[in-house]
């Protein structure tokens, strides 16, 4: 392909050289049925937190305040220089990958069923935030509680993620009101539906396993129901990794979590 540029480049303008590259590149598409532009995500960071699996993951971030974790860069972006001016904001974007997907990139349906919905109901794959989609990227607004220096470089300390422990970050913005904040538009179908939230009975003789902030964010996490919305069997135990424990519970059809056992993992 570059031999085939230059020759036809020969004797060309710049212009000319860029017009016919262009060209050229879209009849090897058309001939080949290959789209040679491509844009490759590496990361630049990780995020780490207490919740190392998608099960009690919260389902948007923002909905456990509480959740801290740590941003932690690779080697090559830990130049201090480029968080610099960083702390004078609130809030940040974070733009990640779906790195626990079960399906495969490229494996994905144009309807999705959204929990909020109950889990029955579909709606179109762009219409809401599912993590099955074209291209498996997310993008959530966490709120910077500062940065640590340390041994892993500049360190991101946030809260409010809705990431699961080991998450790929591919970018970070700052989050700016004056255009990224809408007050009074509209959301779509999550408008007019509330999260039912479910009444936590946690036995006293097993929280000791948790710190007081540990269990603060255990409780909050739980009261959002962690569970699949089509999921209804209060005979059912349910195991949720947190902070190197296995919460098990139920959940009655009355709303009632109950937290049967606390393993150590």
């Given at each position: 392909?570059?031999?085939l540029?230059?020759?036809?480049g020969?004797?060309?303008?710049k212009?000319?050289?860029?017009?016919n590259?262009?060209?050229?590149?879209?009849?090897?598409?058309?001939?080949s049925?290959?789209?040679?532009?491509?844009?490759?995500?590496?990361?630049?960071?990780?995020y780490?937190?207490?919740?190392?699996?998608?099960?009690?993951?919260?389902?948007?971030?923002?909905l456990?305040?509480?959740?801290?974790?740590?941003?932690?860069?690779?080697?090559e972006?830990?130049?201090?220089?480029?968080l610099?001016?960083?702390?004078?904001?609130?809030?940040?974007?974070?733009?990640?990958g779906?790195?626990?997907?079960?399906?495969k990139?490229?494996?994905?349906?144009?309807?999705?069923?959204?929990?909020?919905?109950?889990?029955?109901?579909?709606?179109?794959?762009f219409?809401?935030?599912?993590?099955?989609?074209?291209n498996?990227?997310?993008?959530?607004s966490?709120?910077?509680?500062?940065v640590?220096?340390?041994?892993?470089?500049?360190?991101?300390v946030?809260?409010?993620a809705?990431?699961?422990?080991?998450?790929?970050?591919?970018?970070?913005?700052?989050?700016?009101?004056?255009?990224?904040?809408?007050?009074?538009?509209?959301?779509?179908f999550?408008?007019?539906?509330?999260?039912?939230e479910?009444?936590?009975?946690?036995?006293?003789?097993?929280?000791?396993?948790?710190?007081?902030?540990?269990?603060?964010?255990?409780?909050?996490?739980?009261e959002?129901?962690?569970?699949?919305?089509y999921?209804?069997?209060?005979?059912?135990?349910?195991?949720?990794?947190?902070?190197?424990?296995?919460?098990?519970?139920?959940?009655?059809?009355?709303?009632?979590?109950?937290?049967?056992?606390?393993?150590?993992?």
């Amino acid at each position: 392909m570059q031999l085939l540029l230059q020759l036809w480049g020969v004797g060309c303008s710049k212009s000319l050289l860029f017009l016919n590259a262009l060209l050229l590149l879209q009849f090897f598409e058309y001939i080949s049925g290959t789209k040679l532009f491509c844009m490759e995500f590496t990361p630049i960071a990780h995020y780490h937190s207490l919740l190392p699996a998608k099960f009690g993951v919260p389902r948007q971030s923002g909905l456990v305040p509480e959740l801290k974790g740590r941003i932690v860069f690779l080697p090559e972006y830990r130049n201090p220089d480029t968080l610099r001016g960083i702390e004078g904001f609130d809030y940040l974007w974070l733009i990640w990958g779906f790195s626990l997907n079960a399906k495969k990139q490229g494996e994905w349906s144009p309807l999705v069923r959204p929990p909020l919905l109950g889990g029955n109901e579909h709606v179109g794959v762009f219409a809401t935030r599912s993590p099955f989609r074209p291209n498996p990227i997310g993008l959530s607004s966490v709120h910077l509680c500062g940065v640590e220096y340390g041994a892993d470089g500049p360190v991101l300390v946030v809260s409010g993620a809705d990431l699961a422990d080991g998450t790929p970050i591919f970018d970070i913005k700052p989050y700016v009101v004056y255009s990224d904040s809408h007050p009074g538009a509209r959301s779509g179908f999550v408008d007019g539906k509330e999260w039912r939230e479910l009444d936590v009975v946690f036995p006293a003789e097993m929280r000791g396993a948790f710190t007081d902030e540990e269990f603060a964010v255990l409780c909050r996490v739980l009261e959002l129901d962690p569970r699949p919305q089509y999921h209804d069997d209060p005979e059912r135990v349910y195991g949720m990794p947190f902070a190197g424990h296995d919460v098990r519970f139920t959940v009655s059809c009355e709303g009632v979590l109950r937290v049967v056992n606390v393993v150590k993992i």
